[in-house]
Every structure is written in structure tokens, then in C-alpha cells.
């Protein structure tokens, strides 16, 4: 008998603050591997590899979910939330144990139809009594016919591996589709650049301008120290004020904040540089693009 294989494309979505991040580092430091390059078969970005001898997840990013949830929800916005939730093969919803807001609701209406969507009730180390999950847990089937739902702390790492093997029953037969060996440094260059858009949105919400990017300039490891100069390129002088913030609070906490992430994914000090650019109209400007690493 031969055991079947699966593999395919897994994206983490849920209101902010509800432990995504920590779950993607958590299973990714669960992770054989990392990849930056772009799958053939996705227009999605991988943030990590999940890979067990029966199935490979793929953790995928989704463009767009991160400014529909700061708030700035247009239709415009939804659509591209939805077509980029379109390829995926399990979507993972995370909400809050005890805690179900209007903007899970919101996020519960972007979900795409027809696709298996796992529910993870994170921080139930937060419970005192485990019993209280079980309203909330009603109350969620109430809204979405969910594939399954999984109780679990990103945090401590509790129920995790049940995570993974409900989500691994709904991918796709198939060889793994990426070498699980691979390991570069242009991921970890990837990652950090993630992780400082990531906390860039965080910080600044709907004020953010839509033409923020983020490049790493120079990504250098020194034995186990690593050294990332990173940019923030926005399109106008005002939006660089709003990034840098009133004595530069808001560009400290945002780079504080990134650099605690990557230090925690890298298992390593790093030392993080920021600096916020100006490039006029580089949004639109293919030239610009290029000359900014973007293919
Ligand atoms: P995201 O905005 O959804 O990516 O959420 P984050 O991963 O940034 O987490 C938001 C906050 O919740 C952080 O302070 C985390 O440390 C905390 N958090 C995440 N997962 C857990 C968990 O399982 N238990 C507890 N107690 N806190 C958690
Ligand atoms: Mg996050």
C-alpha cells in the first residue's frame, strides 16, 4: 500500500491581532524550509513550507487582506482580497477564543465560496475554563459552514499538529511541489521585508498611504548576527512624514516591532536600519519598479 501524498496552497486570514503572524511563525519554525520564489501555478507569494512525510503546505501570502482589514474595505479592495483568496486550497480563519468582533464578520463575508476554510480559535491559553470555548465555538458554525474547527494557541504551540492535519486532509493529491531542503537567504531577505510591511500596516491602519513599499537594501549575516538596511519608498513627502511620525515614534515602534519578529523567525539577533524614501509616483512607473527589485 502506498500512502497518498498532498500538497497545495494554504492561506492564513483573520481580523488584525488575532495571532496570525504568530501562528505562520510558529508552524514555519515548525518548517524544514522557506522559499521566496514565486510558484508557477499561484500568483501568491510563500511565507513558509510546512513539510511532513504525507503532506506539504504552503503558506501563502494573500495581497490585499492586509489593507482590507485595516479598515479601508471598498469594493475594489474586496475584490482583489477574494481573487487572491481564489487560488488557495484551504483558507485558515483565525479569531480569538472568547472573542468574536464585527470585523471577524467582515472577514467571515471576503471568505471565498466553495473552498474549505478552517477555523483556528486561537489563544485558548488564554481560557481559564476550557468549557468557554464551546459557545463560541456554536456560534461560529452558526456563521460559516466551516470544514472544521480547531481550538489551539499559536503562542505555546497547543494543537497545532491537529491544525495541520485538518488542513492537510482538504489539499490536493500530489508530490510535494517544493524541495524541502531549500533554505536561501533571499527567503530570509523576503521575510523581513514581510515582516516590516507587516507591522508598517499594523502601525499605521487606514492612514497608510497605498504606495508604501518596502525594499531591503543590504541583508548581511554576521555569524549568527544579521544586519538588514531596509526602506520604507512612499510616493509623496507627506506620506513620509506620516511614516516617520512625530518625532520619529512611529517609525521606531514600527521598526522595534519588526525587528522583534525577525529576531524571533531567525532565532538570532539582527540589527535593523530604516530609512523612509521618496519616489515620486514609483507605484506606476514600470521603470521605477524595475530599478526597485520588482519584476
Ligand atoms: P496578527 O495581527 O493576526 O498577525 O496577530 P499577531 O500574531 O501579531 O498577534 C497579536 C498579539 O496576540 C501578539 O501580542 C501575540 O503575542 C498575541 N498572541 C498570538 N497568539 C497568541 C496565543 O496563542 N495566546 C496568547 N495569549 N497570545 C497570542
Ligand atoms: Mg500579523
Known amino acids: 500500500m502506498t500512502a497518498t501524498h498532498r500538497a497545495g496552497y494554504v492561506a492564513i486570514v483573520g481580523r488584525p491581532n488575532v495571532g496570525k503572524s504568530t501562528l505562520l511563525n510558529r508552524l514555519v519554525g515548525m518548517k524544514i524550509s522557506i ?10 507569494r510563500i511565507l513558509g513550507i510546512v513539510d511532513e512525510p504525507d503532506a506539504q503546505l504552503l503558506l501563502v501570502d494573500t495581497p490585499g487582506y492586509q489593507i482590507a482589514q485595516g479598515g479601508a474595505l471598498n469594493r475594489l479592495m474586496n475584490r482583489s482580497v477574494i481573487a487572491s483568496l481564489q487560488d488557495v486550497d484551504v483558507v485558515v480563519l483565525v479569531v480569538e477564543a472568547g472573542k468574536l468582533t464585527p470585523q471577524d464578520m467582515q472577514v467571515v463575508k471576503l471568505l471565498p ?3 474549505p476554510v478552517v477555523l483556528a480559535v486561537n489563544k485558548i491559553d488564554r481560557l ?4 468557554a470555548l464551546l459557545p463560541l465555538i456554536d456560534r461560529a458554525r452558526g456563521l460559516y459552514d466551516f470544514s472544521d474547527i480547531v481550538p489551539i494557541s499559536a503562542q505555546d504551540g497547543t494543537q497545532l499538529h491537529h491544525l495541520v492535519k485538518a488542513v492537510k486532509q482538504y489539499l490536493p493529491e ?3 511541489l517544493y524541495d524541502p531542503e531549500t533554505v536561501t537567504d533571499r527567503s530570509e531577505r ?3 521585508a514581510e515582516l516590516l510591511r507587516e507591522k508598517l500596516f499594523h502601525a ?3 492612514e497608510l498611504p497605498y504606495a508604501a513599499t518596502v525594499m531591503i537594501d543590504r541583508f548581511e549575516l554576521e555569524g549568527s548576527l544579521r544586519r538588514i538596511h531596509a526602506s520604507i519608498v512612499v510616493d509623496k513627502p507627506g506620506h513620509k512624514a506620516i511614516v516617520i511620525g512625530s518625532r520619529g515614534e512611529a517609525l521606531k515602534a514600527i521598526a522595534s516591532r519588526a525587528r522583534k519578529d525577525m529576531e524571533q ?3 538570532g539577533k539582527v540589527f535593523l536600519e530604516v530609512w523612509v524614501r521618496v519616489r515620486r509616483g514609483w ?4 521603470k521605477a519598479l524595475h530599478s526597485l527589485g520588482y519584476d
Open 35 to 44: 522559499v521566496s520564489r514565486r510558484a508557477q501555478t499561484t500568483r501568491h
Open 113 to 115: 465560496k466553495g473552498k
Open 128 to 131: 481559564k475554563d476550557p468549557a
Open 174 to 176: 500530489g508530490p510535494a
Open 190 to 192: 523576503f521575510l523581513a
Open 204 to 206: 499605521l491602519g487606514e
Open 265 to 267: 523567525l531567525f532565532g
Open 283 to 286: 507605484s506606476d512607473d514600470v
